[in-house]
């Protein structure tokens, strides 16, 4: 897969929260069309219109300012058409900026075509952990599911190019590929610590993954990175404003191991009170 071959689908995929004892495990997917797999070009475009797309970690820091990441996301939302209303972003410049982003796009013959997540709460999070046994197959099983639904979902007759991140530093994923492709020959093309790489037909359609180690590096990765921090930390602002109308002087929580147990102690009786149990919040590992 490369510039002279034609158009082709690309998806790139990402999660946030993977780590914390609160809140969702997010994973979202992003499907472009485009006639080449280098989409750096595009970046340093819309970075030079102040459009940004990254890793969400240089977006955001926890317990900043959600603006950054806030625009980042919602100029490709909106360009899909998919709107809600924003904490910080002004109305007047995601108007703007969406129109710039539509117009770069377009130049470079490229189309951003759909932006979807899949959001794992902790009950369900813990029953799915009780299946696997393990948090990165969790993470894996429900990755490959939300790209099965994207496949389906935008089925054509081109080539599709997946970026995933590694799940939880795995470098082997044939026998997870196998499960949701049976029956169907699957060429393992690399596997290392930098990247694992696989190649199928799927309905007279070429696939190709690549799990890479830094896969934020490419952009269709980058902006699943940033809709899925956003769509989970939009959910912990929900979540700590539910139990800071109970517990008024209850300091806030990210969710993360390191202060979770305290949020978790701080809120035992009332959680009990009003019949809330621990698995629904707490997840096991």
Same mark, same amino acid.
């Given at each position: 897969?490369?510039?002279?071959?034609?158009?082709?689908?690309?998806?790139?995929?990402?999660?946030?929260?993977?780590?914390?004892?609160?809140?969702?495990?997010?994973?979202?997917?992003?499907?472009?069309?485009?006639?080449?797999?280098?989409?750096?070009?595009?970046?340093?475009?819309?970075?030079?219109?102040?459009?940004?797309?990254?890793?969400?970690?240089?977006?955001?820091?926890?317990?900043? /300012?959600?603006?950054?990441?806030?625009?980042?996301?919602?100029?490709?939302?909106?360009?899909?058409?998919?709107?809600? /209303?924003?904490?910080?972003?002004?109305?007047?410049?995601?108007?703007?900026?969406?129109?710039?982003?539509?117009?770069?796009?377009?130049?470079?013959?490229?189309?951003? $075509?759909?932006?979807? /997540?899949?959001?794992?709460?902790?009950?369900?999070?813990?029953?799915?952990?009780?299946?696997?046994? #393990?948090?990165?197959?969790?993470? /894996?099983?429900?990755?490959?599911?939300?790209?099965?639904?994207?496949?389906?979902?935008?089925?054509?007759?081109?080539?599709?190019?997946?970026? $995933?991140?590694?799940?939880?530093?795995?470098?082997?994923?044939?026998?997870?590929?196998?499960?949701?492709?049976?029956?169907?020959?699957?060429?393992?093309?690399?596997?290392?610590?930098?990247? #694992?790489?696989?190649?199928?037909?799927?309905?007279?359609? %070429?696939?190709?993954?690549?799990?890479?180690?830094?896969?934020?590096?490419?952009? %269709?990765?980058?902006?699943?990175?940033?809709? #899925?921090?956003?769509?989970?930390?939009?959910?912990?602002?929900?979540?700590?404003?539910?139990?800071?109308?109970?517990?008024?002087?209850?300091?806030?929580?990210?969710?993360?191991?390191?202060?979770?147990?305290?949020?978790?102690?701080?809120?035992?009786?009332?959680?009990?009170?009003?019949?809330?149990?621990?698995?629904?919040?707490?997840?096991?590992?």
């Amino acid at each position: 897969m490369n510039e002279n071959s034609g158009n082709q689908l690309i998806i790139g995929t990402d999660e946030a929260g993977y780590g914390p004892n609160l809140g969702p495990l997010v994973i979202s997917a992003t499907v472009w069309e485009s006639p080449t797999d280098n989409l750096l070009p595009l970046l340093a475009q819309l970075n030079a219109h102040k459009i940004q797309i990254a890793d969400s970690k240089k977006l955001y820091h926890g317990g900043g /300012s959600l603006t950054a990441l806030e625009y980042g996301i919602m100029i490709p939302l909106r360009y899909l058409g998919q709107t809600f /209303s924003p904490l910080n972003a002004d109305e007047t410049i995601l108007t703007e900026q969406t129109a710039v982003f539509t117009k770069i796009l377009s130049e470079n013959k490229i189309r951003l $075509c759909d932006i979807r /997540s899949r959001i794992i709460e902790p009950e369900e999070f813990n029953r799915e952990l009780d299946r696997f046994d #393990s948090k990165g197959s969790l993470l /894996s099983d429900a990755t490959l599911a939300l790209i099965s639904e994207v496949l389906n979902a935008h089925h054509k007759a081109i080539p599709v190019l997946i970026f $995933c991140d590694k799940h939880g530093g795995r470098n082997h994923y044939l026998d997870l590929l196998t499960q949701y492709f049976p029956d169907l020959w699957i060429q393992a093309v690399q596997e290392s610590r930098a990247s #694992s790489i696989y190649r199928l037909t799927y309905k007279k359609q %070429p696939l190709e993954f690549r799990f890479l180690a830094k896969g934020e590096s490419q952009v %269709p990765v980058a902006l699943a990175s940033m809709n #899925s921090k956003y769509l989970r930390e939009r959910a912990m602002i929900q979540f700590n404003e539910f139990w800071r109308e109970k517990i008024p002087d209850l300091k806030p929580t990210a969710g993360y191991p390191e202060d979770a147990q305290r949020f978790k102690n701080d809120i035992a009786v009332v959680r009990k009170e009003l019949g809330i149990k621990e698995e629904t919040l707490w997840r096991k590992r």
